[in-house]
C-alpha cells in the first residue's frame, strides 16, 4: 500500500509525539439575547494515527467579565474562581494531512454556550484564555475565544456548523434530487427587515432548479431568494416550501451552501424563477409581517447563519488506477517512460479544491536500477517519506507525486511533466518497476466519504518488466 503506516486502528498516545492546541473563534451577540451554542475546537497534529487521553481543557473567563457568561455543554467540568476545568475524555488523531506536512491531523468539537451579561451594551468586547492538555501532552499554542457584543438582527441558522453540528455529509443517490429544510432564528435584537436565502454549489455535479418567482438565478449554481416578511428578535421562521437542488450523474462529493442574510441582497445578473414563491411558517403560527422596500442589514455574526453541506455519493464507479510504461531510446542502455494515475470507471472523481486531497503515485524501481531523471515536482522517498525539498532529484527508488484534484471517466490521466528515465546498472538481471495509486499517498479504498473511487482495488498497483542490463 501506499503508507505502510495505516493499520486497522488508532495507535496509543505514546506511538508518536503529538502537538495539541485550542482553537481561536470569536462570536458577536446582540444585548439581552439567549444563550447562543457556539462552536470550539481543540486539535492536534502527530506523525502516526494516535488516540489522545485524558483532554483536559481550562476556560478563563475573567476577561468576560461585564460582558458576557461562558458555560460548557460536553464534558465534566468544575469551577474555581474564574477558571473552569473540563475532563473531555479522547479524540483520535488519525486523519492524513497534505504531502507537504507529513503526518495525521484530527479535532474534536466541544460545543459551549457564550450569553450575554446583564447590562452589556452594544460595543462591549471581552475574551476567554483556553489551555489544552491530555496525557502526556501540554498544548502547543494560545487559544481564545472573543466575544463581542453588537446591535442588529442576528439570523441563526439550526444545524449550522458553529452551532456544534458535525453531520455536515450527507448521502445522495447521483441524478437525483436532494431535498433540504431550512429553519433560523433572529437572536439579534433588531428585527430583520426581509430576509435573502443564498442558495450556491460549487459547480460540477449539482444545480439548483429555477423553480421560485422570488429567486434570481444565475444558473446552474446559485439561488438568490427574497422573501419581505419582517422576522422580529426571537421568531423562528422555516422556510416553505423546503429547498431542492438537482444532482447529476457525475456527482460524488460536492459543497452547498445554504445562508441567510438580512435584508434585500440581489445578483448583478439574473434570470428569474417563474414556480411557486418561497415563503416563511413562524413558529408561533403568526401572521408575518411585509416590509416595503428593499432594506440592506448587516448580519450580527455571520459565523452561524449559513448550512454548509457536503453531497457525498455511496454508489460511484469510479475507478482510481495506474498507467506505467517505458520504451528504449536514443540513450543506450536507457529507458524513457511514463506513469500516470488514471480513471478507468465511470464514475467522476472530485476531491475539492484542497492540496489535502490530491490523487496520487507512488513510483518504485529495483534495486540495481538508477533513475536518471524525473518529474520537476517529483518528491523522492527518504525513510518512508515524501520530501518535497528534494523534488526533481535523480537517484532515489522511489518517488511520490501528486496527480491533480478531479479526473474525468473513462481514462482520463495526470501526473507531472517531464521526463522519466530509468537506465539498469552493469549486472542487472531483471526486475520490476511498480506504480500504486491513491489519494495522498493512501489507497483510494480509505476514502469512503468520497464515494466509491476505487470500484477495482486489485488495479492500484500495476507494473513494468525491466529487462536484464545489456
Known sequence: MLLAAIGSGSAHADSSTPSLYGGYISSTLAPGAAGKAVSY????????????????????????????????????????????????????????????????????????????????????????????????????????????????????????????????????????TYTRGLTFTNDGDQPAQGVTVEINSNGHGVDVPETHKNCQYAAPTTAYCYIPDLIAPGATETLSPAIQVLTSTDLIWQGLNIRVVPGFVGLSAYTVGTGTAFSLKDSTGATQVTVTGHATQSNVDDSDNSLGLKLAVTNASADVTGSLNFFPWQVPGQYLGTAYVTNAGPGFIELGRSANWELSGDFKVPAGVDVVSVPTDWAPVVNGVGDANLAGQPGYSEYWFNAGIEMGSGGQGGSASGNLIIQPQAGFTGGQATLTVGVNQQPATLFTMFGNLDSDPANDTVTYDIPAAS
Open 41 to 176: 475546537y481543540v486539535a492536534g497534529n502527530a506523525t502516526a494515527s494516535t488516540t489522545v487521553s485524558g483532554l483536559v481543557v481550562t476556560y478563563d473567563v475573567s476577561g468576560l467579565a461585564g460582558v458576557a457568561t461562558l458555560a460548557p455543554n460536553t464534558g465534566s467540568c468544575t469551577t474555581s474562581g474564574t477558571l473552569i476545568t473540563c475532563s473531555e475524555g479522547s479524540f483520535a488523531i488519525n486523519n492524513y494531512t497534505a504531502q507537504s506536512v507529513q503526518g495525521y491531523t484530527g479535532s474534536k468539537n466541544l460545543p459551549i454556550t457564550l450569553t450575554p451579561a446583564a447590562g452589556a451594551v452594544a460595543g462591549a468586547t471581552g475574551s476567554v484564555s483556553v489551555s489544552v492538555a491530555a496525557n502526556g501532552v501540554t498544548g502547543q499554542y494560545p487559544a481564545s475565544i472573543s466575544v463581542s457584543i453588537a446591535d442588529g438582527p442576528d439570523l441563526v441558522v439550526k444545524g449550522s456548523a458553529s452551532n456544534g453540528n458535525t453531520g455536515v455529509t450527507v448521502s445522495v443517490n447521483p441524478g437525483s
